[in-house]
């Protein structure tokens, strides 16, 4: 699609792993035998939600908020309220929405999860960017 819009435009495909969990930037190994609740604000969350289902059979996937969602007080409090309603503290959202909520779940019970995600682009890429900057492959 971006291709048929910007002909001129280079576009590279990248590999997507993910990593594990993470609270800050420290590995999290959360007991799958216990509920969790997930958020996100990204335009295509399934990929984000049956990843951290495949990991968690006891996920809640509590709410998709639109993509680049401001959060507020008031959405932590409704996550806040579903997770106390499972009776858990384990919240998970992606790398994006975590920096973006972490300062409103300070001072919170709840620990707030990434799902690491990573991307590794191809040899192609590297070798149009070492051309554009007039480099040679190392």
Do not use: M
């Amino acid at each position: 699609l971006l291709q048929q819009k910007f002909p001129k435009t280079p576009a590279f495909e990248a590999d997507l792993e993910y990593e594990g969990f993470f609270s800050a930037n420290q590995a999290f190994f959360p007991d799958p035998s216990q509920f969790a609740i997930s958020f996100c604000a990204i335009a295509s969350p399934q990929r984000f939600v049956s990843e951290v289902a495949s990991r968690l059979p006891k996920l809640e996937h509590f709410k998709s908020f639109s993509d680049h969602h401001r959060y507020t007080k008031q959405d932590v409090e409704q996550i806040r309220l579903r997770a106390e309603e499972l009776g858990t503290q384990t919240v998970i959202t992606t790398d994006k929405d975590w920096f973006k909520v972490a300062p409103l779940f300070e001072g919170s019970q709840l620990r707030l999860v990434s799902l690491r995600q990573v991307y590794h682009l191809k040899a192609e890429f590297w070798d149009w960017l070492y051309a554009k900057l007039g480099r040679s492959v190392a």
